[in-house]
Every structure is written in structure tokens, then in C-alpha cells.
């Protein structure tokens, strides 16, 4: 028993689980299951730009937010209320609530950003930008920020300061994004005629085994030559530039990954919960998501995932009882500067500790038994 | 281009931090597979040289060629990819990675990042790794954390990673500062076994260890060339010599 194998088994008995977990859950306790597997995903993506790049992005939520609201924007236009407006294309409620008095009702000019919600009547447009759209702001941002080798306490400013501004926008354009309410009365997804209701096993599967897959590419991105190299930059950038690597190209593609990792959790959360909301984008939400890798183990993604299964579920069921209502936030944050003093590695890294200890006491019995074995043989042999 | 057979060629280089000309029309060549020692007294510019040649610092004036091709204030991975490895005064390796991790790294051939999605064990020579660790005295470090090294098996490593890399050209500010008189001899050891099959540039104060290793030596005094010989001719050159005066002498 090595400790790689340890490790495999930690991920066969996590993904083991997830799957099983329908057997044991009624549709309300499945529904909210995927939710907080979705949070796991965002567990992976913040432990690759935490803990393997060294990039901490306070503004993750801007990624999970935009996947959410263009998938959410598809989902609103196939929604029966926006069906059935009386015009010939589909129109979201609060552009009807929010049109001028002598507006065109329809969806290409009842106000003058409604266009952009045009190519939005396929699912596939929604389901595409729900991704490509957190890879262009990653791509963009990431550009800027790593080719003028800004690093550390900047780095985490800078997306602070861009997914306020995003959150800002979004609340700011009422009459194009739904404002503070968001989307709600969003339609199911729909695939080929199937309609994945939210409550339902076949929801649960597809979250589920999102987050198998994207976790075990994650995984194998990591073990890649190029992952190696990331984590070479992380410790010391410099060092890799002299040996040849455009660091900046590096910091940039993973920091895309993990945008799209988030990204795709925004929009299964969309699929799964039937709205999307500017809290997406709340400051809180971000680094909430930082907390929970720091707690499960930045440095390990199936660490950082279940840190983020864990304590969002925790959280959920504490904050339904009066006493702690008010005090989670505060607890939660109590947790963060414990770990962050005495725990650096978060539970992962205690984890990986015992497993350890545990391998090398197995290799000191092996020793032990052979040394045992040979003093035999010798006695064997002079007697 | 006056010689084929030359490695680095630097035209009156010189730089301007605001102000403060650190260096100032240096000009050198460098012959290939030479081992040159470059000396001077503290701030005498030998750093900021280097930074110069593998684009840390941008020059200000003159040019610098590697071979045929001008590499003047090219951004640093692309100087190093054309075949230039600089180690730092100040050793710096992947502390958080192991001694094979760090050396892995450096042995890879690719270096974008879609060609180096694919598995480890495709691009990496084993032997060469084995080689070079055995080089360095590394070998029975290969699973340590570069963290956990000593000053001196940091130093190595640092060294490992270029050589590993294979290099026309290394440049190595101060590879045995900080090491005990053992250490230092083992480095020149390396040092030795390495001649001739990379062009290095060195900066060194113990002059011990330059009698050892050095074919040619180039002064360096306040920013500026002062001269350049076999190392005989270097301790008897006057200027040379009332440079140190202050200092009593290179040795
Ligand atoms: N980035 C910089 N800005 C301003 N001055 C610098 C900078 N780098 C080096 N210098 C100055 O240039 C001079 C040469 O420094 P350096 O090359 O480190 O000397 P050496 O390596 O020969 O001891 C010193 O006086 C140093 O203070
Ligand atoms: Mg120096």
C-alpha cells in the first residue's frame, strides 16, 4: 500500500458515494444534494487557482455568475410567461414590466440592449456562452494581470474589484438582466425533448456526474508536464522564465480552466435551482468559496471539494435553527483564521498526514518482518 | 560577427537605472565552450551584467548576441529558450516541488502549454536525470522537498536545472557563495566536468576556486571593463592591481 494508492482510494470511495447517494435521498434531500455538489465544483476551480497556481481570485463568483445568468437567459426566454406575451418572439416579464409606454414589443427592440437577448432562444447559445463567456473575462483579465506580472495581494484586488463591478452592472441594467430579483420562472433544460426537472434522479445524475468528470480532468490536468510547470510558477516564477516557460501563458490558460469550471457549476446551479440572482456575485459568495478550499485543503482538489460539500451543507442545516441564524457567517469566519493559523493544508493536508504515518508503519512492519525472517534463516542455518 | 567560433558576443552594453549608470559600455566576447571567470568588487556591475545578457534587466545601450543572433532585451523565456541559463546569486529553485519535480521541470523539452498537456513520462530521459543528479550529488535526494535542501544542495539543484537543460551558454553569478571549503571543492569538481561542453560565464570571489576552474578572466570595476587575461596576467596588471588597492589585492 503506497500512498498513491491511498489517494486513488480516497477518490473511488468519494465518487462511490455520490453515486449511491439516490438510494438513500428523497427528491427535496437530492435537489439540495446536487446544489451542494455544484459547490464542490467550485471547490476544484478555486483549489486550481489557489493551490496549484497561487492566483487567489476573490472574484470566483463573477465566472459562476456569468455561466449562471447565460444559461439562466436561455432558460427565461423558454419559459411559459415569456411565451406567451402575445408577441411573435418570447419576452422576459420585467422587460414587459420595464418597457416605455411607446415601445416596440418585441424582443429586438423593447429596450435598447433587448437585442443581445436574440441569439439567447437556443438553449445551445445559452449553454455555450454559459462557458465561453467566464473563458473570455478570465482570458481578458488574465491577460492584463500576468503579462505585466502582477502577482500575490494584486491579483486578489483586482478580482475583487471585478466582480463588484460586474455585480454592479448587473443590478444596475433592470430592464436587460432583471436587476436585484434576477431570473426567476425560468423554464426546465431541455434536451432532445427531455426535460431535466430539478427535484428529479436524472437532475442529481447530471450534476453528479459533472463533477466526477470535471474532477477527474482536473485531476489529470494536474498530472499533466503542464501542471507540473504551473506549480513550478507558483513557487517561483522567476525561476521558471529562466528555464524557458512563458509564465504568463501558464497563469493565464489555468486561470481560464478554472473560470470554466465555474462557469459550467453556474449554470448546472441554474438547471438545478431555477434562478439566477446577482448574490451569484456578492462579495460573501466569493469568498465563502475561498473558505471552503482553504478548510478542505487548497492544495488537493477532492480536499477542496469536499471542504465545499461539507461546510455548505453544514451551513444549510445549521442556519435553519434560530441560534444560529445570525452567527454563521461569524462562525464561518472564525473557521477560515483557525485554519489559515493552524492548519495550512486544511483537512486534506491532516489527511494526507495520517495517511503518511500510516504507510511508513506498514513499510517499518514489512522491514521488520524480513529482518525477523533473515535472523531466522541465519539461526536456521547455523544450527 | 569577427569570430565563427564564438558564443556571446556583447557590444558596449551598458544601462541607466534613473540616473545611475551601474554599466557602461562593456564590451566582451566569449569564445564557445570557454569557462570565463568574471571578477570585481561588490557593486562593480557583474550582476546587472547578467541580468543584462538573459533579459531581467533591459539595457539601455550596446547590443549582446548569442552566437549569430542578436538577443538584446528579449523577454527572459525567450532568451532562454535560444540556449542561455542564468543562475542566481540568491538560489532560487521550486521549493514546494521535489529535487526529481524540479529537475523534471527543467528537463522538459516542450515549452507551451497545449504541447505539455500530455503525461510525464513521454518527454523526460531518465538516465539523463539519473546523470545529472549523480553530477551534482543529488542522487539520494531525488524525493526530498527542495525546501527541505540544504544552502548548498540548493545551490546544486539550481545547477542541476540548468545543466539538465543542456545550454549553449551558462551564466552563474556566485555558485559557491555560502558553502563550506568542502562544498566549494566539490562545485569546482562540477565546475570541471562541465568545460567545454557549455559556454559559462561565472562570477566568483574565491580566488582558489578561480585558479582551479578559469581559462580567462574579465575585470569589472565600476561598471566599466578593465581588463581581461589569463590569470598570471590578470595579478600582475597594474590597473588592476591599483583598482584593489583598497581592498588589498583579487587575492
Ligand atoms: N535595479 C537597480 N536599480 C538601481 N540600481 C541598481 C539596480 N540594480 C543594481 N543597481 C546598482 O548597480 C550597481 C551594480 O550592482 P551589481 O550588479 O549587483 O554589482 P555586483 O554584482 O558586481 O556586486 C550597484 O551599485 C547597485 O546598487
Ligand atoms: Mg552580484
Known amino acids: 500500500m503506497t500512498h498513491s494508492h491511498l489517494k486513488i482510494m480516497a477518490y473511488v470511495i468519494f465518487i462511490v458515494t455520490v453515486l449511491m447517494l439516490p438510494l438513500a435521498l428523497d427528491e427535496f434531500w437530492l435537489n439540495r444534494t446536487a446544489k451542494y455538489l455544484i459547490f464542490g465544483m467550485l471547490g476544484v476551480a478555486v483549489s486550481l487557482s489557489w493551490g496549484y497556481a497561487g492566483i487567489l481570485n476573490l472574484g470566483q463568483g463573477m465566472f459562476f455568475g456569468a455561466g449562471a445568468y447565460m444559461l439562466g437567459m436561455s432558460l427565461k426566454l423558454a419559459s411559459p410567461t415569456s411565451l406567451e406575451q402575445g408577441t411573435e418572439s418570447p419576452i422576459p416579464d420585467f422587460m414587459m414590466w420595464n418597457a416605455e409606454p411607446n415601445a416596440v414589443i418585441d424582443l429586438c427592440c423593447i429596450n435598447s440592449g433587448s437585442f443581445l437577448w436574440i441569439p439567447f432562444q437556443s438553449q445551445t447559445f445559452g449553454l455555450i456562452m454559459a462557458i465561453a463567456l467566464p473563458v473570455l473575462f478570465a482570458w481578458a483579465l488574465g491577460s492584463i494581470i500576468f503579462s505585466k506580472g502582477i502577482s500575490g495581494v494584486f491579483i486578489s484586488i483586482i478580482t475583487l474589484a471585478s466582480v463588484l463591478l460586474m455585480r454592479l452592472l448587473v443590478v444596475d441594467n433592470q430592464a436587460l438582466t432583471g436587476g436585484f430579483n434576477g431570473l426567476t420562472d425560468l423554464a426546465w433544460f431541455t434536451v432532445f425533448g427531455y426535460e431535466f426537472d430539478p427535484y428529479s434522479v436524472t437532475t442529481y445524475y447530471l450534476v453528479a456526474c459533472s463533477l466526477i468528470v470535471v474532477l477527474l480532468l482536473t485531476r489529470l490536468l494536474i498530472n499533466s508536464r503542464s501542471g507540473l510547470i504551473l506549480q513550478s510558477i507558483r513557487d517561483d516564477q522567476n525561476r521558471a522564465k529562466y528555464l524557458g516557460f512563458d509564465a504568463a501563458a501558464y497563469q493565464t490558460f489555468f486561470f481560464c480552466v478554472s473560470a470554466a469550471i465555474s462557469g459550467f457549476a453556474g449554470l448546472l446551479y441554474v438547471i438545478t435551482s431555477e434562478f439566477a440572482s446577482p448574490t451569484f456575485m456578492d462579495l460573501t459568495f466569493s469568498i465563502t468559496m475561498v473558505i471552503w478550499a482553504a478548510v478542505g485543503g487548497r492544495a488537493s482538489i477532492l480536499g477542496a471539494c469536499i471542504g465545499a460539500i461539507a461546510i455548505s451543507m453544514l451551513g444549510s442545516s445549521v442556519s435553519e435553527s434560530e441560534l444560529f441564524v445570525e452567527s454563521w457567517q461569524a462562525i464561518l469566519g472564525l473557521c477560515f483564521v483557525l485554519v489559515v493559523l493552524f492548519m495550512p493544508n486544511g483537512l486534506a493536508g491532516i489527511a494526507h498526514g495520517l495517511c503518511k504515518k500510516f504507510v511508513a508503519r506498514q513499510d517499518d512492519k514489512k522491514q521488520r518482518n524480513e529482518q525477523n525472517k533473515a535472523e531466522e534463516l541465519t539461526k536456521g542455518g547455523a544450527a | ?251
Open chain 2, 1 to 251: 560577427m569577427i569570430e565563427s567560433k564564438l558564443d556571446l558576443y556583447i557590444d558596449g552594453l551598458g544601462v541607466n537605472f534613473s540616473g545611475f549608470q551601474a554599466v557602461s559600455n562593456f564590451s566582451m566576447v566569449v569564445a564557445h565552450g570557454e569557462m570565463r571567470v568574471l571578477l570585481g568588487a561588490n557593486g562593480a556591475g557583474k550582476t546587472t551584467l547578467m541580468d543584462m545578457i538573459c533579459g531581467k534587466t533591459q539595457s539601455t545601450e550596446g547590443k549582446v548576441f548569442l552566437g549569430e543572433q542578436e538577443i538584446t532585451n528579449k523577454p527572459p523565456h525567450v532568451i532562454a529558450r535560444l540556449g542561455i541559463g542564468r543562475k542566481f546569486q540568491i538560489p532560487s529553485v521550486f521549493k514546494e516541488l521535489t529535487v526529481l519535480q524540479n529537475l523534471s521541470v527543467a528537463a522538459m523539452k516542450q515549452v507551451s502549454v497545449f504541447a505539455n498537456l500530455g503525461s510525464m513520462k513521454r518527454q523526460i530521459h531518465m538516465d539523463r536525470l539519473a546523470e545529472v543528479m549523480e553530477l551534482t550529488n543529488l542522487n539520494k535526494k531525488a524525493d526530498h522537498v527542495a525546501g527541505t535542501l540544504s544552502h548548498g544542495e540548493t545551490q546544486w539543484l539550481e545547477l542541476a536545472m540548468l545543466i539538465i537543460r543542456n545550454p549553449k551558454v551558462i551564466l552563474l553569478d556566485e555558485p559557491t557563495a555560502g558553502m563550506t571549503a568542502d562544498e566549494t571543492l566539490k562545485t569546482s569538481r562540477i565546475m570541471n566536468d562541465l568545460k567545454g561542453r557549455h559556454t559559462i560565464i561565472v562570477v566568483e570571489h574565491d580566488m582558489a576556486f578561480v585558479r582551479e576552474i578559469a581559462d580567462k578572466i574579465t575585470v569589472m570595476h565600476q561598471g566599466k571593463f578593465l581588463a581581461e587575461g589569463r590569470i598570471s596576467e590578470i595579478e600582475k596588471n597594474q590597473a588592476v592591481k591599483d583598482a584593489y588597492l583598497g581592498s588589498g589585492g583579487i587575492a
